[in-house]
């Protein structure tokens, strides 16, 4: 008597078709919550490829190539749809942050269908869980100050500069707060001080993954901005972090220190930023 065997049919693909936006890399098995929407209120679904999966939507006509949506670099419909972009993105990745570790995408990353997304996990595969595993159980919290009194008023000249050498605020007291900071933090990233994103030029602010996080939804008050930086904190370390910038804040009335997160470790996901990444 034959014997005939049949390939165990395997679950049907229920990912999206059509271009798909990409929010963050999280390890498979994480399913995003039911009604969760993202680009274009599309829903999020999660798109494994061996021990990862990448949330995404497919907002459809919102993200054709010449859209807001679009690759960074090119051009974006208009700043309203773009903010719309944003806001979607933090909510996705913010939400699945809160639950497990995410490696956020830069904001406007598509990809032309699922199996270009199964690609690109395959291909980066050893990079993606070696960051999943050493932002594990980390989020990022941003801190910035402003001038107060006499110094808010005066502007830069232009060639002044905001940082050293080593990436450290030239200000004394901005860098003494960053290096109590820092001695909390597993790490530091010091961004570009900046009053404003300044109009008309939205789309290239758009293109940095930092300006994907809430840190920069931050109201900027009056005064000239003396330190603009992002800390990896580990969870347990929270309290302290934040006590620490509560202590700096009282004792520096030169200074208005806003503290925002946490948020999703969007400044790390760049192993450069990571002290001590193997490889």
Same mark, same amino acid.
């Given at each position: 008597?034959?014997?005939?065997?049949?390939?165990?049919?395997?679950?049907?693909? +229920?990912?999206?078709?059509?271009?798909?936006?990409?929010?963050?890399?999280?390890?498979?098995? $994480?399913?995003?919550?039911?009604?969760?929407?993202?680009?274009?209120?599309?829903?999020?679904?999660?798109?494994?490829?061996?021990?990862?999966?990448?949330?995404?939507?497919?907002?459809?006509?919102?993200?054709?190539?010449?859209?807001?949506?679009?690759?960074?670099?090119? *051009?974006?419909? #208009?700043?309203?749809?773009?903010?719309?972009?944003? #806001?979607?993105?933090?909510?996705?990745?913010?939400?699945?942050?809160?639950?497990?570790?995410?490696?956020?995408?830069?904001?406007?990353?598509? &990809? =032309?269908?699922?199996? +270009?997304?199964?690609?690109?996990?395959?291909? =980066?595969?050893?990079? %993606?869980?070696?960051?999943?595993?050493?932002? #594990?159980?980390?989020?990022?919290?941003?801190?910035?100050?402003?001038?107060? @009194?006499?110094?808010?008023?005066?502007?830069?000249?232009?060639?002044?500069?905001?940082? #050293?050498?080593?990436?450290?605020?030239?200000?004394?007291?901005? =860098?003494?707060? &960053?290096?109590?900071?820092?001695?909390?933090?597993?790490?530091?990233?010091? &961004?570009?001080?900046?009053?404003?994103?300044?109009?008309?030029?939205?789309?290239?602010?758009?293109?940095?993954?930092?300006?994907?996080? *809430?840190?920069?939804?931050?109201? %900027?008050? &009056?005064?000239?901005?003396?330190?603009?930086?992002?800390?990896?904190?580990?969870?347990?370390?929270?309290?302290? $972090?934040?006590?620490?910038?509560?202590?700096?804040?009282?004792?520096?009335?030169?200074?208005?220190?806003?503290?925002?997160?946490?948020?999703?470790? %969007?400044? $790390?996901?760049?192993?450069?930023?990571? *002290?001590? $990444?193997? @490889?």
């Amino acid at each position: 008597m034959a014997v005939t065997t049949r390939p165990i049919a395997g679950p049907p693909d +229920e990912s999206p078709q059509g271009p798909l936006y990409v929010y963050g890399i999280v390890r498979r098995g $994480f399913r995003p919550r039911p009604g969760l929407t993202g680009v274009g209120d599309a829903p999020v679904v999660a798109v494994p490829e061996g021990r990862l999966a990448a949330l995404v939507s497919a907002p459809g006509s919102a993200c054709e190539p010449s859209g807001v949506c679009g690759p960074p670099g090119e *051009p974006a419909a #208009d700043d309203a749809s773009l903010q719309a972009t944003a #806001d979607a993105h933090r909510r996705v990745v913010d939400e699945a942050a809160a639950a497990v570790c995410v490696l956020p995408t830069r904001l406007g990353t598509v &990809h =032309r269908d699922a199996q +270009e997304v199964r690609r690109t996990l395959a291909a =980066r595969a050893d990079l %993606y869980r070696r960051l999943l595993a050493r932002l #594990d159980g980390r989020l990022e919290w941003g801190v910035k100050a402003y001038a107060r @009194g006499e110094e808010a008023d005066a502007a830069p000249t232009g060639d002044e500069p905001v940082a #050293d050498e080593a990436g450290e605020p030239t200000d004394g007291l901005a =860098r003494a707060a &960053h290096h109590a900071l820092a001695d909390i933090a597993e790490c530091s990233c010091v &961004h570009t001080p900046q009053d404003a994103c300044p109009a008309g030029v939205a789309a290239a602010c758009a293109t940095s993954a930092y300006w994907t996080s *809430p840190i920069a939804r931050a109201p %900027y008050p &009056h005064g000239r901005n003396l330190l603009d930086s992002a800390y990896l904190v580990p969870r347990e370390a929270a309290g302290t $972090f934040a006590e620490t910038v509560g202590g700096l804040a009282a004792r520096s009335p030169e200074l208005r220190i806003e503290l925002t997160g946490p948020w999703a470790p %969007y400044s $790390f996901t760049e192993p450069g930023r990571l *002290p001590g $990444f193997p @490889g």
